[in-house]
């Protein structure tokens, strides 16, 4: 593997990204828009418990949405252009890590948004967002592999949520913990083990995602 | 032709049947004799596992050798999975009515984890629908087994023992310890594992044969 010829192809996400300013635009007005209609419609968020389980379920809908588009615009002819030119496993990295830095920069500013329209929770900042930072970037290898999938089936939007749903679900549950360790100021010494689980959780999505991806990929 | 292991499934499950109804069991608190449900739900369980881990196995084969006959054998193996996924929860929901005093629990990582697996076979069964191309198919249908079979194995085997559970083998719950499973109940509860896997594995040989047959026809 290659690591100009990755870094090559993340600056190429990056450059089509920003390139085409209204999806970028769209997901933006996405979150806020979310968050505006559940602080409308909570009014005011009184428990800790609700407060957690209302930001994750934004927080998976947002990643979804977002990650669903990571392969519907690889047309056939790209396609065929990227299968002669990089390998496997270099491509899917490259949509990993490109996924992974966009979920943790809008995964930042769901957050700020979520906590100005709602109010913040959180007692203990650090471990919230290494709990947001490393469940982002476990989702993001999770829904990379699964948008490929999708994108291969016909591209099916509502496939992409059929299939990652249940596969997200225990991720989900290790990040609602965790973070809600962190809304409640709970130790370190605590919660460390959450953290580990989802550290390893990374490790064990992106490897399988690298694996597996070339199976995927010709036709 | 009926072969030995089809006479031994029928054999070691009408044994278990009726036998742990009868057996000796130790008396423990709040169990009682709701114990006896070790005999049914638990390796009604394991023939599911089992079946979905052959699933697994052959979704491996079909990306290493790619051969239909493998895919073929993968897609029935989770579909015989699924449906001993449903005596399962009726057995489970069962005992924890008289134990626990509820049906369900959302409280519980093992109770979830049998709940996303079914979810998360459900979605293979639409990702194969969706999908024409008969090797297509194969293919990204054997990507997402795999990748949901880890996952899957990750919620229900690892997640319950670091947080607490209400279920049995965790928190200090009776079980398999060596305190709950006396002589008397190995000598159901291990037959009457070995028994409902040798009847999963019936059920997918004659699903299986039917699945290729069918194929067999298609293709002329």
Redesign the interface.
């Given at each position: 593997m290659n690591t100009q010829l990755l870094s090559q192809l993340i600056k190429k996400e990056f450059l089509l990204e920003f390139r085409q300013k209204s999806t970028l635009a769209g997901i933006l007005v996405y979150i806020v828009a979310t968050v505006f209609i559940s602080a409308l419609c909570f009014k005011k968020v009184i428990q800790p418990a609700v407060w957690n389980a209302l930001f994750w379920v934004i927080f998976m809908f947002i990643t979804v949405n977002v990650s669903s588009k990571s392969f519907m615009q690889e047309t056939k002819g790209k396609g065929l252009y990227n299968y002669l030119y990089y390998n496997a496993r270099t491509f899917i990295l490259s949509k990993i890590i490109y996924n992974m830095l966009l979920m943790a920069a809008l995964s930042m500013l769901t957050f700020f948004f979520y906590s100005w329209f709602v109010g913040s929770m959180v007692q203990d900042f650090g471990m919230f967002l290494l709990a947001l930072l490393f469940s982002s970037s476990a989702f993001s290898g999770v829904l990379s592999l699964m948008s490929a999938i999708a994108s291969k089936a016909n591209n099916n939007i509502s496939l992409m949520a059929i299939l990652s749903f249940p596969v997200l679900m225990p991720l989900l549950l290790v990040s609602v913990k965790l973070s809600k360790h962190a809304i409640d100021g709970l130790a370190w010494s605590v919660s460390y083990k959450y953290l580990l689980i989802l550290i390893m959780l990374n490790i064990v999505v992106v490897a399988l995602a690298t694996l597996l991806f070339n199976y995927l990929w010709k036709e | 032709m009926i072969k030995w292991w089809k006479i031994a499934a029928v054999i070691l499950i009408l044994y278990t049947l009726v036998w742990g109804m009868l057996a000796p069991v130790p008396k423990l608190n709040i169990l009682y004799e709701t114990i006896r449900n070790l005999f049914y739900h638990v390796p009604i369980w394991f023939a599911m596992i089992f079946q979905m881990g052959y699933s697994v196995v052959f979704a491996i084969r079909h990306?290493s050798k790619n051969d239909l006959r493998s895919d073929i054998i993968s897609n029935q193996a989770a579909q015989t999975g699924l449906f001993f996924a449903l005596p399962g929860l009726l057995t489970g929901c069962m005992w924890a009515k008289f134990t626990w005093g509820t049906w369900w629990t959302f409280e519980d990582?093992k109770l979830?984890g049998v709940a996303?697996a079914i979810?998360?076979y459900l979605?293979y069964f639409?990702?194969r629908s969706?999908?024409d191309d008969e090797l297509?198919r194969a293919?990204?249908a054997?990507?997402?087994n795999?990748?949901?079979f880890?996952?899957?194995f990750?919620?229900i085997m690892?997640?319950p023992r670091?947080?607490d559970s209400l279920h049995p083998g965790n928190g200090g719950n009776p079980a398999f310890g060596k305190y709950d499973l006396d002589n008397d109940m190995r000598m159901v509860f291990y037959p009457a594992v070995i028994g409902w896997v040798l009847l999963s594995l019936w059920i997918l040989d004659v699903k299986k044969r039917l699945a290729i047959l069918t194929h067999k026809k298609n293709e002329e």
């Amino acid at each position: 593997m290659n690591t100009q010829l990755l870094s090559q192809l993340i600056k190429k996400e990056f450059l089509l990204e920003f390139r085409q300013k209204s999806t970028l635009a769209g997901i933006l007005v996405y979150i806020v828009a979310t968050v505006f209609i559940s602080a409308l419609c909570f009014k005011k968020v009184i428990q800790p418990a609700v407060w957690n389980a209302l930001f994750w379920v934004i927080f998976m809908f947002i990643t979804v949405n977002v990650s669903s588009k990571s392969f519907m615009q690889e047309t056939k002819g790209k396609g065929l252009y990227n299968y002669l030119y990089y390998n496997a496993r270099t491509f899917i990295l490259s949509k990993i890590i490109y996924n992974m830095l966009l979920m943790a920069a809008l995964s930042m500013l769901t957050f700020f948004f979520y906590s100005w329209f709602v109010g913040s929770m959180v007692q203990d900042f650090g471990m919230f967002l290494l709990a947001l930072l490393f469940s982002s970037s476990a989702f993001s290898g999770v829904l990379s592999l699964m948008s490929a999938i999708a994108s291969k089936a016909n591209n099916n939007i509502s496939l992409m949520a059929i299939l990652s749903f249940p596969v997200l679900m225990p991720l989900l549950l290790v990040s609602v913990k965790l973070s809600k360790h962190a809304i409640d100021g709970l130790a370190w010494s605590v919660s460390y083990k959450y953290l580990l689980i989802l550290i390893m959780l990374n490790i064990v999505v992106v490897a399988l995602a690298t694996l597996l991806f070339n199976y995927l990929w010709k036709e | 032709m009926i072969k030995w292991w089809k006479i031994a499934a029928v054999i070691l499950i009408l044994y278990t049947l009726v036998w742990g109804m009868l057996a000796p069991v130790p008396k423990l608190n709040i169990l009682y004799e709701t114990i006896r449900n070790l005999f049914y739900h638990v390796p009604i369980w394991f023939a599911m596992i089992f079946q979905m881990g052959y699933s697994v196995v052959f979704a491996i084969r079909h990306l290493s050798k790619n051969d239909l006959r493998s895919d073929i054998i993968s897609n029935q193996a989770a579909q015989t999975g699924l449906f001993f996924a449903l005596p399962g929860l009726l057995t489970g929901c069962m005992w924890a009515k008289f134990t626990w005093g509820t049906w369900w629990t959302f409280e519980d990582p093992k109770l979830n984890g049998v709940a996303i697996a079914i979810l998360i076979y459900l979605a293979y069964f639409i990702l194969r629908s969706s999908i024409d191309d008969e090797l297509k198919r194969a293919r990204i249908a054997a990507v997402y087994n795999i990748f949901a079979f880890v996952m899957m194995f990750v919620f229900i085997m690892i997640l319950p023992r670091l947080t607490d559970s209400l279920h049995p083998g965790n928190g200090g719950n009776p079980a398999f310890g060596k305190y709950d499973l006396d002589n008397d109940m190995r000598m159901v509860f291990y037959p009457a594992v070995i028994g409902w896997v040798l009847l999963s594995l019936w059920i997918l040989d004659v699903k299986k044969r039917l699945a290729i047959l069918t194929h067999k026809k298609n293709e002329e």
